[in-house]
């Protein structure tokens, strides 16, 4: 196949990039490089690589000509951010997955969309969430992507599109960008920075190694009924709190860096998945979450030099806007 890959510059798009191309397919790469893409993430990996915007129709054209499916991992992602600027969220998750839905409709193209488990909402206990289950979100950034799904399950059926949705869990692994739970506690740990746990720290979350995470897509991508959703989870069930006194005790850092900060405004205690329509299609995850994460713990140690320039500048100013004042009270 000829694969354009929307976002492959990013956290989990660079590692199914790397996938493809491993297992022989042709890629082009289409990445906005906003804060999060970084070209270094595909360091010698056979690629076509244009720079340019999902929302844009030009720039879908161009990357998307001659490619035989779509895999689209563009978005704004992070929810705290969501809360302090949603329009880019809606412009990237709603109107940039419009646009690629135009482009498959009109180019008879395989889309894949990649979305989240937090479109359903919080699960306090008990039950998961399956596919046909109401969305729900909660934050900005999920009410986003629950939109984009949303319009994806209206091209199939109102134009007969061939298009699969997959949700995934919290995903972890080497190259994610530090502003995320397991990255930022890391990276900090080795600073010696303080560790800011939001509220009592008991939101409870399904960890997902990136590679397994990719394997579900790939599945999905070559094996899934056109309509289809899938959850991607991984049963590794954590209280954030636990992962990150697990990362004090792997970094060697010291216990009372860890801070409780006043919580985010609408903030989910447990997300949780029920993944089994995935298994039936053959897949299950490989990576246990302790040594996927004492191995994730391994990779920041001995990557100084991806993430150190990252976390100057305008990293740093979202910093002090996020946890400042948190910080300091």
Not at 10 to 30: C, D, N, T, W, Y
Not at 257 to 266: E, I, M, Q, S
Request: with cysteine; hydrophobic share 40%.
């Amino acid at each position: 196949m000829r694969v354009l890959v929307t976002g492959g510059c990013g956290f989990i798009g660079s590692h199914f990039v790397k996938r493809l191309v491993a297992a022989g397919e042709q890629v082009v790469v289409l990445d906005k490089l906003t804060y999060s893409g970084n070209l270094a993430n595909l360091d010698g990996v056979e690629h076509e690589f244009v720079q340019g915007d999902i929302a844009d129709p030009v720039a879908v054209r161009g990357a998307g000509e001659g490619c035989d499916a779509v895999v689209n991992f563009a978005a704004e992602t992070h929810v705290d951010r969501s809360i302090l600027e949603a329009g880019d969220f809606v412009r990237t998750d709603v109107l940039g997955t419009h646009v690629l839905l135009e482009w498959v409709r009109a180019a008879g193209a395989r889309l894949v969309h990649v979305s989240t488990d937090e479109v359903y909402g919080d699960v306090p206990e008990g039950s998961w969430s399956k596919e046909d289950d109401p969305l729900l979100p909660s934050s900005p950034y999920a009410a986003s992507k629950a939109g984009g799904d949303l319009l994806v399950l209206a091209y199939v059926r109102t134009h007969g599109i061939d298009a699969c949705i997959t949700r995934g869990s919290n995903t972890y692994g080497s190259n994610q960008y530090p502003e995320k739970l397991i990255p930022l506690m890391v990276t900090n740990a080795l600073e010696g920075e303080p560790l800011p746990v939001y509220g009592d720290g008991r939101q409870r979350r399904d960890w997902l190694h990136a590679e397994d995470h990719c394997a579900g897509i790939e599945l999905v991508l070559r094996e899934g009924a056109g309509g289809g959703v899938f959850n991607i989870g991984a049963g590794a069930e954590r209280e954030n709190l636990d992962v990150v006194m697990r990362i004090v005790e792997l970094t060697g850092a010291e216990p009372d860096l860890v801070r409780h900060v006043a919580d985010r405004p609408g903030h989910d205690r447990r997300y949780s998945l029920d993944s089994s329509r995935l298994h039936e299609l053959g897949w299950k995850p490989e990576r246990d979450f302790e040594t996927g994460l004492a191995e994730t713990v391994a990779w920041y140690q001995d990557n100084r030099a991806w993430w150190e320039p990252i976390k100057s500048g305008a990293y740093r100013e979202y910093y002090a806007r996020q946890y400042a004042e948190r910080l300091s009270s």
